[in-house]
Nanobody, 117 residues
Framework: QVQLQESGGGLVQPGGSLRLSCTGS????????MGWYRQAPGKQRELVIA???????VTGDSVKGRAAMFRDNAKNTLSLQLENITPDDAAVYFC???????????WGQGTQVTVSS
């Protein structure tokens, strides 16, 4: 089973941008849908951006217009670009892959993003 590992978290200034990467231990082509989610302290995990079964990309309301996702099957990476960072973007960010037939989910361990000037 392919494992996922996020990287790129850390301290980000308000108004700045962040780029996170999710790397598979093997081929991420084994996943159908993939996406990014986040969880802030005391809050439920929420969608950042993800693809659907129909191949569309959906974005969470709190990041609309600020998030983009890039999938590179050749490099086994899924990247997240988030612009115009605010304190509300501070969270642990997770990537997720879903097997196309079984709908089995694989989650990474998460990477912490802190927002502070």
């Amino acid at each position: 089973q392919v494992q996922l590992q996020e990287s790129g978290g850390g301290l980000v200034q308000p108004g700045g941008s962040l780029r996170l990467s999710c790397t598979g231990s093997g081929s991420i082509s084994s996943f159908g849908r993939m996406g990014w989610y986040r969880q802030a302290p005391g809050k439920q995990r929420e969608l950042v951006i993800a693809t659907t079964n129909g191949g569309r990309t959906v974005t969470g309301d709190s990041v609309k217009g600020r998030a983009a996702m890039f999938r590179d099957n050749a490099k086994n990476t899924l990247s997240l670009q988030l612009e115009n960072i605010t304190p509300d973007d501070a969270a642990v960010y997770f990537c997720r892959g879903v097997a196309p037939w079984s709908d089995d989910e694989t989650w990474g361990q998460g990477t912490q993003v802190t927002v502070s000037s």
